[in-house]
């Protein structure tokens, strides 16, 4: 099942970039402090109104972004 509904866009906030649920906190930062190594839970304990569905929403919106197909040269 996608979470990817939890991703919204409003050119009001964070300039139209990509953000969980119309907060503030944008799919790059929350993809940035996984990278970082910080755990669900850490990313949960620091920010309280994000869910854990948010989190696996970032994930599969990051994943869409670099599919891309493949060309076959003859």
Known sequence: MSELQRITFDPETCGGRPCI?????????VLNLLAAGASREEILK???????ED??????????QTDHPVLHVA
Not at 21 to 29: F, I, Q, S, Y
């Open 21 to 29: 649920r119309g907060t503030r906190v944008r799919v790059k930062d």
């Open 46 to 52: 620091d920010y309280p109104y994000l869910e854990a």
């Open 55 to 64: 989190i696996t929403a970032a994930l599969q919106f990051a994943a869409r």
